[in-house]
């Protein structure tokens, strides 16, 4: 016996458990079990799956500042290293670029990300991760999610990857729906 579907095929209704759709008049071929709805609903609640995400989310967030250190430090590492041994190379200003972008990173890791992001995730205070946005005009943009495109930038793409996936995950699969603007 197939499954039956929990949503009208025709305009995405929940069936809640009918064989015809009370929106638009669609009948389905199979009786319909009742099913929780996983989108987001009008009335402003989060996502069902949160329940499920949140575990991954605390704990990438709460390492994430160790994660860009380490990044940091090992490009701070390999263009000490490269500059000391390989001198006077055509290559010089990618080591120093290595050395700049490894000392960026673990100042932002360290002074910013850690006490902004890290400990907020560790303590599961996601009010205040969704709420510390940057305002422009009326456009909303979450500081967590700039932070990691930062060291995204200076990490030389792996630094950042464990502040933006919770930083993602904690906007479009939060507790509660992000509100990208301020109307």
Known sequence: MAKAPK????CGAELGGNKICEKCGYETSQTVEKEVKTQLTSSGEGNP??????????LL?????????????????????WFAFIPFSFMDATYI???????????????????RFSSRCAAKDWDYLLNDVLTLGNLRIPWMLIWGILIQIFGNW???????IPALLLIFMGPKPYDWTTD
């Open 7 to 10: 949503f009208c095929p025709e």
């Open 158 to 164: 792996w630094g950042g990857l464990p502040i933006i």
């Open 49 to 58: 799956n949160w329940q499920n995400v949140e575990p991954f989310v605390t």
């Open 97 to 115: 670029c290595y050395i700049i972008s490894g000392i960026i990173t673990i100042i932002i890791a360290i002074i910013i990300v850690k006490p």
């Open 61 to 81: 967030g709460k390492w994430a500042w160790v994660i860009a250190v380490i990044n940091g430090l090992v490009y701070l590492f390999l263009g000490i290293m």
